[in-house]
């Protein structure tokens, strides 16, 4: 009875929730596997996923472009100060022995205002938003779903439906990546 399979464990939470249950212990320590551990994951998870699926979801209703991959150059110069200050902080973290659990504390800190932001959009409270505050916003989303990236979560159950499976791919995508990966 304390043992269960990730197929099974897929059937009653989320992909992502799984990989940040996984990614909030160091992997030199033991993984305290429990149902109320999975729930918070999954609260966390909840709010995580709304940040990140911001620009995805309400890009055109606050006038965001298109998202830009993020590089050193444009980190150094496009970003203000206490963005690049988190950016080098989950660098940091990460560099010190791979701390995932850190690293989530600073996507949490990232995400904190572009959920504030989320939950205006939902109520359709958007008058008073100054266009400033967008464009810093954006930036902030821009590190969030880069630094979320570097850890494997990306926005969840908002671009694609899911198939009557639970994937996000089709049929013809998932045996193309198995022969893209049987031929590397």
């Not at 197929?7 to 009653?12: E, I, P, S």
């Not at 008073?128 to 464009?135: A, G, V």
Request: overall charge negative; aromatic content about 6%.
């Amino acid at each position: 009875g304390n043992f269960t399979t990730i197929r099974a464990l897929l059937k009653d939470i989320s992909p992502m929730t799984l990989r940040m249950f996984v990614l909030q212990a160091h992997y030199r320590k033991p993984l305290d596997f429990t149902n109320e551990a999975l729930r918070a994951a999954s609260t966390g998870w909840k709010g995580l996923n709304g940040a990140l699926s911001l620009g995805e979801i309400h890009a055109n209703a606050i006038g965001w472009p298109e998202k830009v991959s993020l590089t050193k150059e444009v980190v150094k110069s496009y970003l203000n100060e206490s963005l690049h200050e988190l950016y080098q902080r989950f660098t940091d973290v990460m560099n010190d022995d791979l701390n995932t659990s850190g690293a989530l504390a600073v996507l949490f800190e990232l995400s904190r205002p572009l959920r504030a932001l989320a939950n205006r959009l939902e109520r359709e409270d958007i008058e008073n938003i100054d266009e400033t505050d967008l464009k810093a916003l954006f930036s902030r989303w821009q590190v969030l779903v880069e630094l979320a990236g570097v850890l494997g979560l990306k926005a969840e159950g908002i671009e694609k439906p899911h198939s009557k499976k639970g994937s996000l791919l089709n049929e013809n995508e998932i045996q193309d990546a198995i022969n893209a990966r049987k031929n590397a």
